[in-house]
């Protein structure tokens, strides 16, 4: 009985003696990175000048989009010999 009760009040205390992480970011960079960030979801940055896409860039970015569908998907993605860290060539 005398357990319980000390393991609920060790329970209870817990929050107490906790310390929570510093919310934001961790350097100067990160905070520059998040505030751009921040900014461009908000629509508040933008450049003056739009930025169109040419009908010839229009047309290449399709066809490359369209390209690919051309390969099929397998059913069991491989591991080629080589690709890893074991230094042994295919």
Do not use: F
């Not at 979801?41 to 369209?66: D, F, G, H």
């Amino acid at each position: 009985m005398k357990y319980q009760t000390l393991s609920c009040l060790g329970l209870l205390l817990l929050p107490l003696v906790t310390q929570a992480i510093e919310p934001g970011p961790a350097s100067l960079s990160q905070q520059s990175t998040e505030t751009w960030l921040l900014l461009q979801s908000r629509n508040q940055v933008k450049s003056p000048i739009p930025q169109n896409a040419s009908p010839s860039e229009r047309e290449l970015t399709l066809q490359r989009w369209l390209d690919n569908y051309k390969h099929p998907i397998p059913e069991y993605y491989k591991e080629y010999v080589g690709s890893g860290s074991s230094g042994s060539s295919k």
